[in-house]
């Protein structure tokens, strides 16, 4: 089976997340380059408010969020929320798909679950905790599943009720 070149797989997560919200009745848009601080931006209805979206795309069981290296688990810079998409190519040349949306602090327990027993066992071979701008995060399905599909998490939290 074919791969989603990497250099275009970010893309792809970030425009089928728009297109996601868009038909859920939100107003999106999405931010471009290798310097923006955020990928899309979802507006209220009454543009009093925009909300930042981290969008994360995998074609694995696991999404990498570097949260504890970039110091989103203390809130700089945090988005409000994440959606992790999986996309995997099928032989028949069309794709699975599965969303996860999440709030911040939902994805940073995520992660904090998901580090904690590294974090034991790496204290345990240094005798000293592990340096967190050191190393990559990343958060398996596992630690997200429950939140599958969850987009009234974004449509409810813009003040938004989902259009059906």
């Known amino acids: 089976m074919a791969r989603i070149p990497l250099d275009l797989l970010s893309l792809a997560g970030e425009y089928r997340v728009c297109s996601e ?3 859920r009745g939100v107003f999106v848009t999405m931010t471009y380059g290798n310097r923006k601080a955020v990928d899309v931006y979802a507006i209220s209805d009454r543009q009093k ?21 970039k110091g989103l688990d203390k809130g700089r810079d945090a988005p409000d929320f ?3 998409f999986q ?3 099928r032989e028949d040349d069309m794709f699975n798909e599965r969303f996860f949306i999440l709030t911040h602090q939902e994805i ?4 904090a679950d998901r580090n904690e027993p590294n974090e034991a066992k790496y ?27 969850k987009w009234s998490t974004i449509v409810d939290g813009i003040g938004r009720s989902a259009k059906r």
């Open 49 to 69: 408010r925009a909300a930042k979206i981290e969008v994360k795309t995998s074609q694995e069981g696991r999404f990498v969020t570097n949260i504890t290296r």
């Open 108 to 111: 940073c327990k995520a992660q």
């Open 82 to 84: 994440w959606v992790l």
């Open 87 to 89: 996309t995997q190519h």
């Open 21 to 23: 919200l868009i038909k």
């Open 123 to 149: 204290f345990a071979r240094h005798g000293k905790p592990r340096d967190p701008s050191k190393g990559i995060d990343t958060v398996t399905m596992e630690y997200v599943k429950q939140y599958e599909n």
